[in-house]
């Protein structure tokens, strides 16, 4: 048995913390460690097979009152490593301490309250996620120091293996590398012929605009409908590539209605069911068609549960997957996930919009935490890593080259994790090349992660 000694306040935090070390990460099951809460500790103190860990307490004992901590002055700004063993690991808190004498072994770097911030995303709801729904990424404590290419978490559970092995306590990992392809289902419709014609009388005789969904000129459009006759033309293009490769492919469809914003398909009509249907048909266990809540949800629970109830009727259950469209949540859209089945439910929030990367400093599932009802919540949040939009972006800035090598970073450091890469393929009308570009890098990544 380990026995974890701290101090006797921000309880739940530190609990939480503790579990996604020893248990998350390092898999052991919940008897195999006690935490024990006592006023007169200052540090957290391992104790197991006659040695001591002494991981310094830099944080949290600064806060004896719930949610105190909880401030733009505590986001930390100067960026720290922590230097043992050839190694050069980011303080997030803590300092750069180690001292081993005997069977005790004492370090300066806090990783309970570091995997914490990592982990709960704090600093971003002091930064605008609650009241936006967002934040500005550039503002992150970990983009600002350049070291969101790390998952720092992993490095703070590989120091801890390594503490815990001068007590003869050997963790070797168990969790197996592998990769979801996710998919934010935010329009298919393939325009029909009748569409096109009426578009080239409407643009050439009338001067109208261009179609307000598709955002495609009469000429593009041919070009899409050449390339991609079917609307489900690009979902079974994605499919084959998923089962080739044996892997996992998540599907998150929106459910607007007319009237709402940015509708760009119907979630009643004959032709999103036959879809539906056709990904179901597959009887194929490794995909899984989930929720993609739309914007207009945000801060309005009576959208969020009609939203709710319409993805309900067009999967004929509750979903257990899903994700926010644009990212959009805060504690409150977390709660109303957690409400929709009793069973754990599996979302993918935690990504990026401008970068590859990671988020969290994480690449397996772990459990979210309630930070205003202080509680490990029922949700199980997939940090993703590598975003197809992202790749856009980077047009401009890096070439194909750069862009390869920033990719095939993170998949590197997935797979020494041994963790879950999660990868997202917007399904979308775009014109033909950009829906080509978007297929050839999925290829190219899958093919190298596998």
């Not at 998350?24 to 001591?52: C, K, P, Q, R, W």
Request: with cysteine; aromatic share 14%.
């Amino acid at each position: 048995m380990i026995r974890i000694t701290c101090h006797n306040d921000n309880v739940h935090e530190r609990k939480y913390a503790i579990d996604i070390l020893f248990h998350t990460l390092l898999e052991m099951d919940n008897d195999a460690y006690d935490v024990v809460f006592e006023d007169t500790e200052t540090s957290y103190v391992i104790e197991f097979n006659g040695h001591n860990v002494i991981i310094e307490d830099h944080f949290f004992r600064k806060f004896s009152e719930p949610l105190s901590y909880f401030n733009i002055r505590n986001i930390p700004t100067e960026l720290k490593f922590f230097h043992t063993q050839e190694k050069d690991i980011p303080i997030i808190y803590g300092i750069d301490k180690f001292e081993k004498k005997g069977r005790t072994t004492t370090i300066g770097l806090d990783i309970f309250a570091s995997t914490f911030f990592m982990l709960t995303r704090w600093e971003e709801f002091l930064l605008g996620r609650e009241e936006k729904g967002d934040c500005d990424e550039k503002l992150l404590f970990a983009v600002k120091n350049n070291i969101y290419m790390h998952p720092i978490v992993h490095e703070y559970e590989d120091l801890l293996r390594e503490l815990l092995g001068y007590g003869g306590i050997s963790c070797e990992k168990k969790r197996k590398y592998h990769i979801v392809l996710s998919h934010d289902v935010d329009g298919f419709i393939t325009p029909s012929w009748k569409r096109i014609v009426k578009d080239i009388w409407l643009q050439t005789i009338h001067g109208a605009p261009k179609n307000k969904v598709l955002k495609l000129t009469w000429k593009e459009k041919i070009k899409y409908k050449f390339a991609f006759p079917t609307a489900y033309c690009q979902f079974e293009k994605y499919t084959a590539l998923s089962e080739k490769n044996n892997i996992q492919e998540w599907f998150n469809f929106k459910v607007c209605d007319k009237g709402e914003k940015e509708v760009t398909y119907i979630y009643k009509d004959k032709l999103t069911k036959e879809i539906v249907e056709k990904l179901k048909e597959k009887k194929n266990p490794n995909i899984i068609i989930g929720f993609h809540p739309s914007q207009n949800m945000f801060g309005r629970k009576k959208q969020w549960d009609k939203e709710v109830s319409r993805i309900t009727a067009l999967l004929h259950e509750k979903p257990n997957i899903g994700r926010n469209h644009h990212l959009l949540y805060n504690s409150e859209t977390l709660r109303w996930w957690e409400k929709i089945t009793e069973e754990p439910l599996n979302i993918s929030n935690c990504v990026f919009h401008r970068r590859q990367g990671f988020r969290s400093g994480i690449c397996i599932p772990y459990p979210v935490f309630d930070l205003f009802q202080r509680r490990m919540m029922n949700l199980i949040e997939h940090p993703c890593q590598i975003m197809d939009t992202i790749i856009r972006y980077d047009e401009n800035t890096k070439s194909n080259d750069e862009r390869s090598n920033d990719i095939q970073n993170v998949i590197e450091k997935v797979k020494n994790c041994q963790g879950e890469l999660v990868l997202t393929w917007h399904i979308y009308v775009r014109n033909k090349k950009i829906i080509q570009d978007y297929y050839y890098w999925c290829e190219k990544v899958i093919n190298y992660a596998v």
